[in-house]
């Protein structure tokens, strides 16, 4: 069964310094999808991006976040300098479809990201 | 603006137990309900979904029914064991507010043997 993979599954990084998290989307998906969860807290959007643009971001999502598909099958988040509050599980998701009557998306296993 | 209620954990219960987990929402459009539940240490999965008022979800044994007129969409297992242990998360999806999902704040279920 088709799914949605993550790397790395944990990353550790220092603040002040840049993350690239990765994704790689179900393949014949289009809409693509950056969420986190802070610990202990609910999930929270933060991108989404189709056609190779962003189609919306939340609040959350600054200047010092940037999302790229920079080939056929990856799909990343950059964190340019990276705040203790950054520190949360990244989860990337993708869905066929976005403006249809429901929206499915599938979701990958998560990045944990602590930064220090 | 869009917001899903969930009622807080966790909620701990003796296998073979009913379970009900109650959530809520608040919509500008006509939305797309769903139940995600994350395991320990792993991410999230569908459980179920609804796209419409009356329809019933159901899978694994859990079943949620989409009730526009109480704005609600309450999950039931009627028989819960030790391996359905994790976090549920109640979510929609508006499609005049975008395509993102808004979560509810998530729920604990805890079986005991």
């Known amino acids: 069964e088709p799914e949605v993979t993550q790397t790395p599954s944990h990353q550790v990084t220092q603040m002040g310094q840049e993350v690239i998290l990765r994704c790689v989307p179900i393949?014949?998906?289009?809409?693509f999808y950056w969420y986190r969860q802070i610990l202990g807290q609910k999930v929270e959007f933060l991108v989404s991006?189709?056609?190779?643009?962003?189609?919306?971001k939340s609040e959350i999502f600054d200047d010092q976040f940037s999302v790229e598909r920079p080939d056929g099958s990856n799909f990343t988040l950059k964190i340019r300098s990276t705040k203790l509050e950054d520190s949360a599980m990244y989860f990337c998701?993708?869905?066929?479809?976005?403006?249809?009557?429901?929206?499915?998306?599938?979701f990958g296993p998560g990045t944990r990201l602590t930064v220090l | 603006g869009n917001s899903v209620t969930q009622m807080e954990g966790p909620v701990t219960l003796s296998e073979e137990a009913f379970l009900t987990i109650n959530c809520t929402y608040t919509?500008?459009?006509?939305?797309?309900l769903f139940w995600y539940v994350q395991y320990p240490g792993e991410g999230l999965q569908l459980l179920l979904k609804?796209?419409?008022?009356?329809d019933k979800g159901s899978n694994k044994g859990f079943e949620a029914t989409y009730r526009k007129e109480t704005t609600s969409f309450h999950l039931e297992k009627g028989s819960v064991q030790v391996s359905d242990s994790a976090v549920y998360f109640c979510?929609?999806?508006?499609?005049?507010?975008?395509?993102?999902?808004?979560f509810g704040g998530g729920t604990r279920l805890m079986v005991k043997p």
């Open positions: 393949s014949n998906h289009l809409y």
């Open positions: 998701a993708s869905s066929f479809k976005g403006l249809a009557n429901y929206n499915e998306q599938f």
């Open positions: 979510a929609l999806s508006d499609r005049d507010a975008g395509n993102m999902l808004t």
């Open positions: 919509a500008t459009g006509y939305p797309s």
């Open positions: 609804a796209t419409k008022a009356d």
């Open positions: 991006f189709y056609n190779n643009e962003i189609s919306e």
